[in-house]
């Protein structure tokens, strides 16, 4: 994985069409990074996006609470 991919990369994944690709960024992503919290909150809320990526945006969330 580049070194770079949490800042770069794995932002962009969170948008992605696909859901396996915004579980890939969900999981790799930098939380320092500006508006990825934000993200990742829209993502467990929204009752649209599959069950599986509002999970694992959610434990990402709550795992990662304090970084």
């Known amino acids: 994985m580049a070194p770079n991919f949490g800042l770069e990369r794995a932002i962009e994944c969170l948008w992605d ?4 690709t915004r579980l890939i960024g969900i999981e790799h ?3 320092s990074a500006e508006g990825v919290r934000a993200r990742l909150a ?6 649209i996006e599959q069950q599986d990526v509002r999970e ?3 434990a990402r969330l709550g ?3 304090t970084a």
């Open 17 to 20: 069409c696909e859901a396996e």
């Open 42 to 47: 829209e993502m467990s809320a929204d009752v």
């Open 63 to 65: 795992r990662d609470s």
């Open 29 to 31: 992503v930098d939380l």
């Open 56 to 58: 694992a945006a959610s």
